[in-house]
């Protein structure tokens, strides 16, 4: 505890971070922590409640949450060189069954880019967004690729807007291509997230807390290439 002897206000060195308010010694804090990251695929709260010999699953289910909201750097580098941009829905059919196309309900659309670095794939960012609107689209892009690049998507409306960019569009119709073929790096990841979401979560996450666990992915999958982008 920090004392000021001028105002009398008192403070923690934890004052404002995850620790804040904790009951348990940083240690713990920092051993789990390196726990979490060491992991290939994710941890799910169950798996660390057994691991670390936890009692409280709500206890596990806060720590993980707290530790998720931190793993993407604030002013983190904005992507470069070629970049595609889709839409995709993460979430579970309602009954089983679900409508195709961005009008598909009980579902989290999310906005994905992608570096594409030859036939790899660089690093990535996700957001969830309302609708696939370009109010919605074009901040995205703007908040996370660099100016004047060039910048992938196919033909949805909701992009012909966009400027500052090299755009190219991949229009699925006429072409006699699939969407994955025209944008392979993209629905390479879709895929690879939403397998993730399903293998180490079940696909048990609610919308409310879906970006945190997309920071996570992209946290583990960006910080392979680059040691300060992520």
Not at 119 to 129: D, E, L, Y
Not at 175 to 190: I, N, Q, R, T
Request: contains cysteine; proline residues 2%; aromatic residues 10%.
């Amino acid at each position: 505890m920090i004392h000021c002897s001028i105002c009398g206000h008192q403070t923690s060195l934890t004052s404002g971070t995850i620790f804040h308010g904790t009951r348990k010694p940083l240690l713990l804090w920092f051993h789990i922590m390196w726990w979490i990251v060491a992991q290939k695929t994710g941890v799910s709260a169950s798996n660390m409640m057994d691991f670390m010999r936890f009692t409280s699953y709500e206890t596990v289910w806060t720590w993980l949450q707290k530790i998720r909201r931190i793993m993407v750097r604030t002013g983190r580098d904005k992507l470069s060189g070629i970049v595609e941009v889709d839409e995709t829905f993460i979430g579970g059919m309602e009954n089983g069954q679900g409508k195709q196309g961005r009008g598909k309900e009980k579902k989290t659309l999310v906005i994905v880019a992608t570096e594409c670095v030859g036939n790899k794939i660089g690093r990535v960012r996700f957001r969830c967004i309302n609708d696939a609107s370009a109010e919605n689209l074009i901040p995205f892009i703007q908040d996370n690729v660099t100016d004047g690049i060039t910048v992938i998507t196919e033909g949805w409306k909701g992009y012909a807007s966009l400027k500052d960019y090299e755009h190219q569009v991949k229009t699925i119709a006429g072409s006699g291509k699939k969407a994955h073929e025209l944008l392979p790096h993209v629905h390479l990841v879709d895929s690879l997230v939403k397998r993730w979401l399903n293998g180490t979560y079940q696909g048990k996450v609610s919308p409310k807390y879906l970006p945190y666990y997309l920071d996570e992915f992209a946290f583990r999958f960006n910080r392979k290439l680059s040691t300060i982008s992520w």
